[in-house]
């Protein structure tokens, strides 16, 4: 454990404080003078209202010994701003985080990008997200997000069958399964890759934690990539983040009729990179063609593969058995294979749409 006592003590004050904050990490024009650029007492002053000699008091009386041990018996691991292990990227910024603690083994990939967008997304961004986290696991670069529902989530699980290893920043401690869905998920990143926070264990996330994080997950990447954002949203956040830290972004195309693609489309309308696969970012790290994607997997059965095809063409059953040139008996069943491999789902009404995968 490398943190200073000093940084664990900063550390211990922003958990502390943390019920109190009302950040200015939620106005975007102020987030650069926003309270976590403070010092100490100036933090307490700002935050802490008439309890200020309470929080002075328990920072005086902190027992930096016991909270080494502690941290010690949960196996987390704490490096702090003037150690060898705090990522190089985060001095890059205003405010970077006191300690960052980890669960897991830190990734220790040269390469990092980081995936973000909705947490309600579509089946589309969904399916972008997994293959874009599977492609850059299986090339070795690090998948950065922040294991929220939707996009997070699929980019994590896609780095994970890829043989990668995902580096998640969460807004509350590394210990604190957020959201309860993803509990599973944050066990098999911390196991293959690490869950890091600036947070202490134990302290639960806040609302101003969230935006807080995603300037952790900006500065931890070379490039930021989202997959699908509305207007306004988190994702776009981060990547006003990785802009002001002159870090690249990039974004998905989407569909200009969803909501889900307002955010993305207007981000490549100002400049962001086009992304519509793994090799574009392979592509943008390395130098067009110095790293190639693996070998795709083998082809998929030529039948499936017409009816995957009919599906996002959006036909019916009946014009989905035609395009493919099946009897209806073996195109139902064709689509409960695709069903069961997780590429299609119901969408209402006997009808199928294209799914993650």
């Known amino acids: 454990m490398s943190a200073c006592d000093d940084c664990l003590l900063r550390a211990h004050l922003v958990g502390l404080l943390a019920p109190r904050i009302t950040a200015l990490l939620d106005r975007p024009a102020a987030r650069h003078a926003g309270l976590l650029a403070l010092s100490d007492d100036a933090l307490i002053t700002a935050t802490a209202g008439g309890r200020r000699d309470d ?62 967008g909705a947490r309600s997304a579509s089946p589309y961004g969904l399916e972008v997200a997994y293959e874009l986290g599977r492609g850059l696991g299986a090339a070795g670069v690090t998948v950065v997000s922040g294991l929220a529902l939707g996009i997070d989530a699929a980019a994590h699980g896609g780095c994970l069958d890829g043989g990668g290893s995902p580096l998640a920043v969460v807004a509350g401690g590394p210990d604190v399964p957020y959201p309860r869905q993803n509990a599973r998920l944050q066990e098999r990143v911390q196991q293959s890759g690490a869950v890091i926070s600036e947070m202490p264990p134990g302290v639960r996330p806040y609302r101003w934690s969230f935006p807080a994080r995603n300037r952790i997950m900006a500065a931890l990447a070379e490039l930021t990539v989202l997959v699908e954002a509305a207007e306004p949203s988190g994702s776009l956040i981060t990547a006003e983040f990785a802009r ?14 969803s909501r889900f693609a307002a955010g993305t489309n207007g ?71 695709l069903e069961s491999q997780g590429l299609v789902r119901r969408s209402g009404l006997g009808s199928y749409e294209r799914s993650a995968r």
Request: charged share 25%.
């Open 55 to 116: 929080a002075r008091r328990a920072l005086s009386s902190f027992d930096v010994a016991g909270e080494r041990a502690r941290l010690e018996g949960l196996g987390v691991e704490a490096a702090c701003r003037h150690g060898d292990g705090f990522a190089a990227g985060l001095h890059d910024l205003p405010d970077p985080p006191a300690v960052v603690f980890s669960l897991g083994h830190a990734a220790g990939a040269e390469h990092a990008v980081t995936i973000v």
């Open 244 to 257: 002001d830290l002159g870090r690249a972004v990039g974004a998905v195309p989407g569909r200009v009729t």
């Open 267 to 337: 981000l490549l309308r100002d400049g962001a990179i086009p992304i519509t696969g793994a090799q574009d970012v392979l592509d943008e790290l390395f130098g067009v063609g110095v790293r190639e994607l693996q070998a795709a997997e083998a082809a998929p059965d030529p039948a499936l593969q017409k009816v995957l095809e009919a599906v996002e063409a959006g036909h019916s059953l009946d014009g989905l058995a035609r395009a493919a040139e099946l009897p209806v008996r073996e195109a139902r069943a064709a689509l409960a294979r």
